[in-house]
C-alpha cells in the first residue's frame, strides 16, 4: 500500500500482497504511538492514575444512576442523547466497590485515547508513517484543556474520532474485520452526539464505493444518527440571544486557539479580527480540501469535512453562552474541530502551508498553554469519604470535581449503612 494516493472514484484497499511488512511496520508505529499518548497525557495529568478524582457528570449522573438502575443504566439519556460507553463504564464499575470507581473511569479514558491513537498508526489508515504519528499526537498534544481526559464525563467527546477514523479507513479485507468495524461504529457514535452529522462522511464512503461493508456502515450510521437526534429536538429549541451570523467572528477567535494556545486570549472578542481569523479559516478549509480531492487522498477529505460539522455543531451548541466564553472556551467544544484540523494538516500531501499549520498547532500545545501542563486536581480524599459514608446511617454527600463556588455544585450522595 503506498499510502499517497488511489484511482479516482475508488476508495483505498489494502494489498494483501504488500500487507505483510506495512501490518508489522504499523505495528511498532503503534506500539510507539501508544507510549508517546500515555507519557503526553500523565504530562498533563501527573495524579490521574495516582490518585484518579471523580470529575463532573461522572459521580452525578454516571456513578449514581448506575447504583440506582443497573443494567437499564446504558440506555438511559443524559442531555438529550445516549452515552453507551460511559454508561458501561460505570455499571461494569458499579460491580466493584465504589471506592474504585475514579480509578476505574481514568484507565478507561485513558484506555480510549490511548486505543484510538494506536488505531491511527494501524494499517487501516492509508497514510505515511510520520502523518500516522501526527494523527495519533494530536489527540493529546492539543491546546485543549484537560477538561476532556481522564474521566468518562466527556467520553461523549473522546469517543468521537473513532467513526471519523473508521470513515477514513481501508476496506476491510475479511467478513470478521468488516464486522468489528460496524460494532465499533454503532459503539462510538451511540456514545456521542456528534452521531447526527457524522453518518455523512459513511454516506460519502459508500457513494465513492459501494460495496455490502460501506453500506453496513451507512445504514448503522444513519440508523444510530436519528436515535441521538430523536432526543435532542429540545436542545435544538433553545432560544439564542441574537443572531448565529452575527456571533460567527466568535468562531474565529476560538479556531486561533489552536494554533496560538494561551495567547489567543489577548484577541479582541469577535470583531474584525475574529472575521478575519474566520476568513482565514474558510479559506485555508477550502484550499485543504481542494488539494485533497485533486490528490485523491481519502484520509485528508474526511478529516477536513469532519472538522467543519464538528466546528459547526459545536459553535450551534455553544450559541447560547457569553460572548466571552464562547470564543475562548477551551474545552470539550474545542477539541474535536481542532484535533481533526490538525489532522486534515498532517493527512495532506505535504506543502509549506501544511506542515507549518501542523508544526504551529503542536507548538502552541509545547511552549504556549502552560496552563495545561502538570495539572494537579484538588485532592477531595474520595477513599476517606467513601469510609465516612459507609459508616453513616443516613444518606451522606460527598463533594467532586470540579470545585464551584458555594453551594458545590458537583457531588455525589451514597446511600449510607443500612
Known sequence: MSGDTYPAGQMPVLDPSASAGTVRRSRWLAATALVLTSIVLLWRRPDALANPQLWAEDGLVFLMQSQQMGVTSLWEPYAGYLHLGARAVAWLMSLAPVVYAPAGYAVASWLLVVLTATYACSSRLALEPLSKAAVALALVATTTSNEVFFNIANWATVA?????????????????????????????????????????????????????????????????????????TSRAAEASPDSLFARLPLLGTRIAYVFLGEPAHMLPVGGATGAAILSATILLYGWLAWRAWRDQRHPALVFIVASGMLWAVSFFVMRVWAPGDMAF?????????????????AASRRSPVTVTGAGLAFAAFVFLTPSNKQVTLPDLKWREEVERCSRATAPCTIPINPLTPSPQAWSVRLPGRP
Request: glycine content about 4%.
Open 160 to 232: 468521537a474520532p473513532w467513526p471519523i477514523l473508521l470513515a477514513a479507513s481501508t476496506e476491510p479485507t475479511t467478513r470478521r474485520v468488516a464486522v468489528i468495524d460496524a460494532v465499533v461504529l454503532a459503539a462510538a457514535l451511540l456514545s456521542t452526539p456528534f452521531a447526527i452529522c457524522l453518518w455523512v462522511l459513511f454516506a460519502w464512503r459508500w457513494w465513492k464505493r459501494p460495496t455490502k461493508a460501506n453500506a453496513v456502515l451507512l445504514a448503522v450510521s444513519v440508523i444510530v444518527a436519528v436515535t441521538q437526534l430523536a432526543g435532542m
Open 329 to 345: 472556551h477551551t474545552g470539550r467544544h474545542q477539541y474535536l474541530g481542532g484535533a481533526t484540523l490538525v489532522w486534515a494538516m
